[in-house]
T-cell receptor, first 112, second 112 residues
C-alpha cells in the first residue's frame, strides 16, 4: 500500500483557509485518496475521497494533480471546532478486504 | 453511511483478565476491521474479519491474544486476552461500505 507523508502539525486562525498537502509518490493506478478527521476520544470521521482532479463537498475540497503523487485537502474558513488530527490515506476503495493503513496524520490547531 | 456502535465505550480492567468488545453496524457489511490506537499515536490495523471465515491478522497480532468473532453481517467481537498495561488503548471497529471505510466511536481500555 502506498505510503503517505504529511506535515506533523499546522496552526491557523479562525476564518482562514487551511490547505494540508499529502505526498504519496508510490500511489497505484487503482488507489483512491481519502481524508479523515479525528477528534480526541472519537473514531476517525470520513471527510472526502477522490481519484483525480478536484472533488468538493459541503465540508472540504480535495485537489489532486494529474500525476496523483500528492493531494491537498482544503478547509475553507476554519473555526475552533476544526481543531483535530487529519489523516491522508491511499488505497483501493474498490478492493474488498483491503483495510486502510493510517500514517501519523496532521494535527491542526485553530486559534481565535 | 454506516452507523457503528461499540460496547463498552470504556473500561478499566485488571491485568491477566480478558475483555470482549462488541461492534454493531446498522446495515449488512461484508468486511469489518479492528484497529488499535495507543495514546498519542495513529491507528494500527489489528485484523480483518469477514463473515463466515477466520479473521486475518496483521503482523504483530495473533489470534490467541485477540480472538475475533464474526457471527453475522452486522456484528463482530474482539477479545483482548490476558491483558497487560501495554494493552491500554482505544480499540476501534470499522466497516467498508460503498468503497469507503467508516469507524465506530471506539472503546477506551485502561489496564491496571
Amino acid at each position: 500500500l502506498a505510503k503517505t507523508t504529511q506535515p506533523i502539525s499546522m496552526d491557523s486562525y479562525e476564518g482562514q483557509e487551511v490547505n494540508i498537502t499529502c505526498s504519496h509518490n508510490n500511489i497505484a493506478t487503482n488507489d483512491y485518496i481519502t481524508w479523515y478527521q479525528q477528534f480526541p476520544s472519537q473514531g476517525p470521521r470520513f471527510i472526502i475521497q477522490g481519484y483525480k482532479t478536484k472533488v468538493t463537498n459541503e465540508v472540504a475540497s480535495l485537489f489532486i494533480p494529474a500525476d496523483r503523487k500528492s493531494s491537498t485537502l482544503s478547509l475553507p474558513r476554519v473555526s475552533l471546532s476544526d481543531t483535530a488530527v487529519y489523516y491522508c490515506l491511499v488505497g483501493a476503495s474498490n478492493q474488498a478486504g483491503t483495510a486502510l493503513i493510517f500514517g501519523k496524520g496532521t494535527t491542526l490547531s485553530v486559534s481565535s | 453511511s454506516a452507523v457503528i456502535s461499540q460496547k463498552p465505550s470504556r473500561d478499566i480492567c485488571q491485568r491477566g483478565t480478558s475483555l470482549t468488545i462488541q461492534c454493531q453496524v446498522d446495515s449488512q457489511v461484508t468486511m469489518m476491521f479492528w484497529y488499535r490506537q495507543q495514546p498519542g499515536q495513529s491507528l494500527t490495523l489489528i485484523a480483518t474479519a469477514n463473515q463466515g471465515s477466520e479473521a486475518t491478522y496483521e503482523s504483530g497480532f495473533v489470534i490467541d491474544k485477540f480472538p475475533i468473532s464474526r457471527p453475522n453481517l452486522t456484528f463482530s467481537t474482539l477479545t483482548v486476552s490476558n491483558m497487560s498495561p501495554e494493552d491500554s488503548s482505544i480499540y476501534l471497529c470499522s466497516v467498508e461500505e460503498g468503497g469507503t471505510q467508516y469507524f465506530g466511536p471506539g472503546t477506551r481500555l485502561l489496564v491496571l
